[in-house]
C-alpha cells in the first residue's frame, strides 16, 4: 500500500494514517495522501490487479494495507450506457451516457466508500462501526459491517424511506431514527464515535478513507472510455464527497500522463435543498447550512450541512476548479427524469439518482453544454428503494376473452 498519510485540506499538517475525522490545528478536512512516485511505478490503473473484483482492482491506489482486510461484496465496475434515447428524448445535441450506480451490491454507489471504510475499519481492529445517513449509506455500513463480522448502529431521520430502513435492519444493524434533518443523524453519529470509541464511517468527508472508494468511478470510466475523458461528469449531491472523489481519480490519472485534461464537474441538488447550488448562484466561495423546512422526493441528497457548511465549500471549490457548475432541479423535473431513465434505458431508478440524468436536459436547455459534448451522469441509487410511487392497479383477468377489450 502506498497511502502515506493524512493531509489537512485547509492548513496542510500532516497526519499518520491513524482513526482522525479532522485537524488537530485547525478542525479543517483530512484526506488521504500517497507516495505517488511509488504508487504510479505499479500504474495501478493501467494495469490493475486482475485477481481482485470490481473497485479493488485498483487497491494500488486505496488505503488497506493488507488484501485480506478488504470487506468486499464486489463493488465497482458499474456499467457505462450510452444513453442517445435520453438526449433524443429531450433534443439535447449532446452525447449522453449513465453509469448505472444502482447495480451496487446494496442498490447506491454508497458501497464505494462503505467497502473501503469498513476496511480500514476492520485493519484497525474496530469491531464496531456506526453511521449517520439519509438512508442508502446506512443500508450499505449494514451490509458491509455483517459481511464483516462487525456491530453496525445506524441514525437515520425519522422521514427515512422505510425500504432503505428495512434493507438496514435486514442485515442485522440497530436502526435509531432521530428526528429532524440530516444534520442531526450526523452530529448523533459522531458523538458516539467520541463516547463509544465506534469507528464513524459516514460517508460524508469526516472519514478521510471513504472518499477514496468514491475516486474509483474515475478509473473505470478511463478504461470504459479508451481514455477518452468526458467533457462533462453530472453528480447529485448531498455535501459532496463523490464528485470530490471522482475529481481526485482524474487528478491522479493526469498526474500518470493517462489523461490531459480534467473533465468539467456538474454537482445536481434539488430546489428544495440546495445550499450549495445557491452559493454558486450567489457567486460565493461560502456555504450556508440550510435551515428550510424540506420536503422533496430526493431523500438521498437532502442534506442541510448545518454544523459542517466546510464539506459544501469542497465540493464548492471542486466544481469551481473545473468550469463546472451547481444545479438543481423542481421536483416535477426529478420524476419527469426517473420516468425517462425507466422508459428510455430500461434502469430501475430511485429519484435522488435521476436528478443527474435530468440536469443534462436543464443546462442543454440553458445554453451551458457544448454541443455534441460527452456527457456522464451517474445513476447513483436504486429504484426499489423509493416506496413514494402510487402502483397502477392493473387489471385482473379470468379467461383469455377478456383480453380482447385490454388490448384494443
Ligand atoms: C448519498 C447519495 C447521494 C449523494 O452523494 P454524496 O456524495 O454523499 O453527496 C446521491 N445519490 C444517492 C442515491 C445517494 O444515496
Ligand atoms: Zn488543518
Known amino acids: 500500500m502506498d497511502a502515506k498519510n493524512l493531509t489537512c485540506r485547509k492548513c496542510g499538517a500532516v497526519y499518520p494514517l491513524a482513526n482522525q475525522y479532522s485537524c488537530e490545528a485547525c478542525g479543517g478536512i483530512l484526506e488521504v495522501t500517497y507516495d505517488y512516485e511509488k504508487a504510479f511505478s505499479q500504474n495501478p490503473v493501467g494495469n490493475p490487479d486482475n485477481s481482485m473484483d470490481g473497485m479493488w482492482k485498483f487497491r494500488g491506489l486505496l488505503p488497506v494495507e493488507d488484501k485480506k482486510n478488504i470487506v468486499t461484496l464486489g463493488e465497482g465496475d458499474t456499467p457505462l450506457l450510452e444513453a442517445g434515447r435520453l438526449s433524443r428524448l429531450w433534443d439535447c445535441d449532446v452525447e449522453m451516457m449513465v453509469k448505472a450506480e444502482m447495480l451496487s451490491p446494496t442498490g447506491s454507489f454508497k458501497d464505494r466508500p462503505t467497502s473501503v471504510g469498513v476496511s480500514v475499519a476492520k485493519e484497525k481492529g474496530f469491531e464496531k462501526i456506526v453511521v449517520a445517513s439519509s438512508g442508502n449509506a446506512s443500508a450499505s455500513a449494514s451490509a458491509y459491517a455483517a459481511r464483516a463480522g462487525m456491530d453496525c448502529v445506524v441514525f437515520v431521520p425519522d422521514t427515512t424511506d422505510p425500504n432503505k430502513v428495512i434493507q438496514a435492519q435486514s442485515y442485522g444493524a440497530r436502526v435509531i431514527c432521530v428526528r429532524g434533518n440530516y444534520s442531526r443523524s450526523f452530529d448523533m453519529a459522531k458523538l458516539c ?44 449531491i448531498g455535501s459532496g464527497p463523490l464528485l470530490v472523489g471522482i475529481l481526485k481519480g482524474y487528478e491522479e490519472l493526469k498526474k500518470m500522463g493517462l489523461v490531459q485534461r480534467l473533465p468539467a464537474m456538474v454537482g445536481v441538488q434539488v430546489t428544495a435543498c440546495e445550499p450549495i447550488t445557491q452559493a454558486f448562484a450567489c457567486g460565493t466561495d461560502r456555504v450556508k447550512g440550510w435551515d428550510k423546512q424540506i420536503k422533496t422526493m430526493a431523500g438521498g441528497i437532502s442534506d442541510p450541512l448545518i454544523g459542517y457548511e466546510g464539506d459544501g465549500e469542497l465540493t464548492l471549490a471542486a466544481v469551481k476548479r473545473t468550469g463546472g457548475r451547481m444545479v438543481s432541479l423542481e421536483e416535477e423535473e426529478v420524476w419527469e427524469a426517473s420516468e425517462a431513465i425507466e422508459t428510455k434505458l430500461g434502469l430501475y431508478c430511485e429519484p435522488t439518482g435521476a436528478v443527474s440524468a435530468g440536469a443534462v436536459k436543464k443546462l442543454w436547455n440553458q445554453g451551458f453544454l457544448k454541443k455534441g459534448a460527452l456527457t456522464v451522469s451517474l445513476t447513483t441509487g436504486h429504484g426499489f428503494k423509493y416506496s413514494g410511487r402510487q402502483p397502477k392497479k392493473p387489471p385482473v383477468i379470468d379467461s383469455v376473452d377478456q383480453i380482447d377489450q385490454l388490448v384494443r
Not at 463509544?196 to 478511463?222: C, H, M, Q, R
Open 193 to 236: 464515535a467520541e463516547r463509544y470509541g465506534w469507528a464513524n464511517v459516514t460517508s460524508t468527508f469526516i472519514n478521510p478513507y471513504t472518499v477514496e472508494g468514491d475516486k474509483t468511478p474515475a478509473y473505470e470510466l478511463y478504461h470504459q472510455l479508451g481514455g477518452r475523458v468526458p467533457d462533462y461528469i453530472f453528480i447529485p
